[in-house]
């Protein structure tokens, strides 16, 4: 195997004279790595590796081969490469890795981005030391399912790429510390029925974990938290007050278990919300708990949305039962409001009908509508910066106003987004569950995080500029 256009000679022995690092990739300007980034070819670059890689073997433990036109690797590559613990093949035009690069029993970095595969080979989990692997950039629809059983894999990079889903491995893998997956084209409904969507149950992993934490704190005071827990608090310091004392240590409230139910209810309907079918639903966890999850015990009989629960009727028509039981918990039901959340006017509809399953005030759907808009805007891609941040608050607030005509009911709304001092901790006062409180809080931490972390973030992650372009299903 030759090369139809090689380096400069000089260049080339130099770097095969070093015994433990090969350098052959080639040297190119910004105008040159547009252009190759294009898929231009590059006068001077690689078409195929060097015969002296080939033929021989070689003790090097650092190979670079990047910016270069090569397309196909030699099978026999890693027995003349057996000591190699880094290669870097980026920015190549390789469009299949042979099985055999899992015979580099000792790689620890693999860099294959910016190439045209579609494929991993499935004994990849073969390379057991392998630590940090970099597919970006490629034309992947899908990742080997055991890929995150890799034991010492501990950063992935998939990001622009066609995946839909990321294998489960990924989410029960002990190593993994860093996946990065900007770029996909991911489900746009949060779950998939008999799908293995990773990312949902972190997300939902994260939610029942920020639930669990934040009953720590619920309804007490700064102080009061800085007398009670110390910064290495756990769960099981959890101060026990007439709140806390009916949960158990690490438990989570009844919103955790409100939105389990109402997922269930989605996902057994194919994304569509079915009231009938969520009041039967939140009918059973009523009286049977979650027995999926060995909790079996039941809701408390004092909380709001067990009172409407308990109305008569309120499984043949549970929003008439709401209205009689004047319910004004916050209503809990939130992932019901968002399928198809790329359809401002459908999450809205979708709010309202889930909130009036269990509470009737116009306050509570306008606020729940409000919510709704939020979560899906941020789905959508929107909020990268402070001042798409603040667009994308004004029309979930504007969305929101839309489902109450009481003036003082809007003013209340309305105080949700007014904005407050960094160390302000006077909360909105309502007398709906802690609803407003809490599309206030939401509204103060989206702002904030707007003005540092996800501008940030953004120009880590989009040099370029974000894609805001929402994905319809």
């Not at 990773?198 to 939610?207: D, E, K, P, R």
């Not at 005071?221 to 608090?233: A, L």
Request: glycine fraction near 6%; proline fraction near 4%.
């Amino acid at each position: 195997m030759g090369n139809s256009q090689s380096q400069d000679q000089d260049v080339l022995m130099q770097s095969l004279a070093n015994k433990r690092e090969l350098d052959i990739s080639k040297k190119l300007t910004h105008t040159q790595y547009v252009k190759h980034t294009r898929g231009e070819d590059i006068e001077g670059c690689l078409t195929d590796l060097p015969w002296d890689l080939i033929d021989e073997v070689s003790l090097y433990e650092r190979v670079n081969a990047s910016f270069n036109l090569v397309s196909t690797l030699p099978v026999e590559l890693p027995l003349r490469l057996p000591h190699l613990q880094h290669l870097n093949l980026s920015h190549n035009r390789i469009k299949e890795l042979p099985e055999s690069i899992a015979l580099y029993f000792h790689l620890e970095e693999l860099n294959v981005s910016y190439n045209l595969l579609e494929s991993l080979p499935r004994n990849i989990t073969n390379m057991r030391r392998l630590a940090v692997l970099d597919v970006s950039h490629n034309r992947f629809r899908q990742l080997p399912d055991d890929v995150g059983l890799i034991p010492g894999l501990r950063k992935l990079n998939a990001s622009y790429n066609q995946l839909s889903l990321l294998p489960t491995s990924l989410g029960s893998s002990d190593s993994v510390r860093v996946l990065l997956v900007d770029g996909n084209k991911f489900l746009s409904t949060i779950y998939e029925a008999g799908s293995d969507n990773v990312l949902a149950q972190l997300l939902l992993f994260g939610a029942a974990l920020g639930d669990a934490l934040g009953l720590a704190t619920e309804g007490l005071s700064r102080d009061q938290c800085r007398f009670h827990y110390e910064p290495d608090y756990t769960l099981a310091d959890t101060v026990r007050d007439e709140l806390r004392v009916r949960y158990r240590d690490g438990d989570w409230t009844a919103n955790t278990d409100l939105t389990l139910v109402a997922l269930d209810s989605l996902l057994h309907w194919g994304g569509v919300l079915d009231e009938l079918d969520l009041a039967q639903r939140l009918h059973g966890w009523r009286h049977r708990g979650l027995p999926e999850l060995a909790d079996a015990r039941r809701p408390a009989a004092d909380l709001l949305a067990v009172r409407t629960i308990d109305t008569a009727g309120f499984t043949e028509a549970p929003h008439a039962a709401a209205r009689r039981a004047s319910g004004s918990a916050n209503n809990n039901l939130s992932p019901a409001r968002i399928p198809r959340f790329h359809d401002l006017s459908e999450v809205a509809g979708n709010a309202q009908r889930v909130c009036l399953t269990t509470h009737a005030q116009p306050l509570c759907v306008a606020a729940s509508v409000t919510l709704a808009a939020l979560v899906a805007q941020l789905l959508q891609g929107r909020g990268q910066t402070a001042a798409d941040m603040e667009h994308l608050l004004s029309a979930a607030g504007a969305l929101g106003e839309k489902f109450t005509t009481d003036e003082h009911e809007r003013d209340a709304l309305n105080s949700c987004f007014r904005e407050t001092g960094e160390d302000s901790t006077e909360p909105v006062v309502d007398g709906e569950g802690g609803l407003l409180s809490a599309l206030a809080a939401a509204v103060d931490v989206l702002r904030r995080s707007s003005r540092t972390l996800l501008s940030m973030m953004g120009l880590w992650r989009y040099p370029n500029g974000p894609n805001r372009t929402p994905q319809a299903p």
